[in-house]
């Protein structure tokens, strides 16, 4: 079983970066896929960028060009930077992992981009 802690969030204000971590109690080398995820209030959890195993990422069209997702295999993390952000990347944001059928969800850590 693989726990995912996320870490990071907070409060910044419109055009500030944050970097959020999802530390990993196991390997997530072994991962298919790793994802960031995002809730906002009343709204269903959408996909922000996702990582896939070869190396290849991609990014919900509202992201493109200001997040990017890593990982270090070495410590076990996955990242997330986000530059320029708006008050529309308020949010919860989840850490994902995905091997074999199984679905792994870390608790969630929230930014607020409000001046």
């Known amino acids: 079983q693989v726990q995912l802690v996320e870490s990071g969030g907070g409060l910044v204000q419109p055009g500030g970066s944050l970097r959020l971590s999802c530390a990993a109690s196991?390997?997530?080398?072994?991962?298919?896929?790793l994802a960031w995820y995002r809730q906002a209030p009343g709204k269903q959890r959408e996909l922000v960028a996702s990582?896939?195993?070869?190396?290849?990422?991609n990014y919900a069209d509202s992201v493109k060009g200001r997040f990017t997702i890593s990982r270090d295999n070495a410590k076990n993390t996955l990242y997330l930077q986000m530059n320029s952000l708006k008050p529309e990347d308020t949010a919860v944001y989840y850490c994902n992992g995905y091997r074999l059928g199984l679905d792994f969800w870390g608790q969630g850590t929230q930014v607020t981009v409000s001046s």
């Open positions: 196991g390997s997530i080398f072994s991962m298919h896929r």
């Open positions: 990582l896939i195993s070869g190396g290849s990422t």
